[in-house]
T-cell receptor, first 115, second 114 residues
């Protein structure tokens, strides 16, 4: 069965610190997709990244980077030099081809970046 | 940028009333999802459609919730009768998830049932 675990419920850092948000997933599929979304205080869900199961290359986009490791079933998200505007709830999600592509979300990690 | 449009943004209604939430998915997307977000349960999948056909609605309370896609530009989620425990934010999303595309969410409908 598909499952996503974000063990960190809340994280608080001071501006300019680096922070890593953990995501562990469970799946029996060989073809699956992993997503990260950001939900700022305004409430919308903003797409950040999608990764397929055949591409384990790490990705960097500005201050954001993602580390996908199939060996540990993890897809962790790092924010470098955090800023107050990064304060939000971050969700990791899994989509399995065999399940018709529905997204199953983790419980989310609330990140608070203090000035 | 293409976006998923949800109406209304906010809805306050009395218990027992019918509530209809609407979603205009991104043109051309073949899959439409309905999610509900609450503090206790997080983001739960209620139902989803592929090419307008319902694929899975097992997440919905069947006795009061119904989801339809009357055409490719409109998805609806109805609650009849509404109850206070239905108070939540309801999100619609669209994409090509099996093809591994982005799944784009609407801004949500915040429903309060008093």
């Amino acid at each position: 069965a598909q499952k996503v675990t974000q063990a960190q419920t809340e994280i608080s850092v001071v501006e300019k610190e680096d922070v890593t948000l953990d995501c562990v997933y469970e799946t029996r599929d060989t073809t699956y997709y992993l997503f990260w979304y950001k939900q700022p205080p305004s409430g919308e869900l903003v797409f950040l990244i999608r990764r397929n199961s055949f591409d384990e290359q790490n990705e960097i986009s500005g201050r954001y980077s993602w580390n996908f490791q199939k060996s540990t079933s993890s897809f962790n998200f790092t924010i470098t030099a955090s800023q107050v505007v990064d304060s939000a709830v971050y969700f990791c999600a899994l989509s399995e081809e065999s399940q018709g592509g529905k997204l199953i979300f983790g419980q989310g990690t609330e990140l608070s970046v203090k000035p | 940028d293409a976006r998923v449009t949800q109406t209304p943004r906010h809805k306050v209604t009395e218990m027992g009333q019918e509530v209809t939430m609407r979603c205009q998915p991104i043109l051309g997307h073949n899959t439409v999802f309905w999610y509900r977000q609450t503090m206790m349960q997080g983001l739960e999948l209620l139902a989803y459609f592929r090419n307008r056909a319902p694929l899975d609605d097992s997440g919905m309370p069947k006795d009061r919730f119904s989801a339809e896609m009357p055409d490719a530009t409109l998805a609806t989620l109805k609650i009849q009768p509404s109850e206070p425990r239905d108070s939540a934010v309801y999100f619609c999303a669209s994409g090509f998830p099996v093809q591994g595309s982005d799944v784009t969410f609407g801004s949500g409908t915040r429903l309060t049932v008093v």
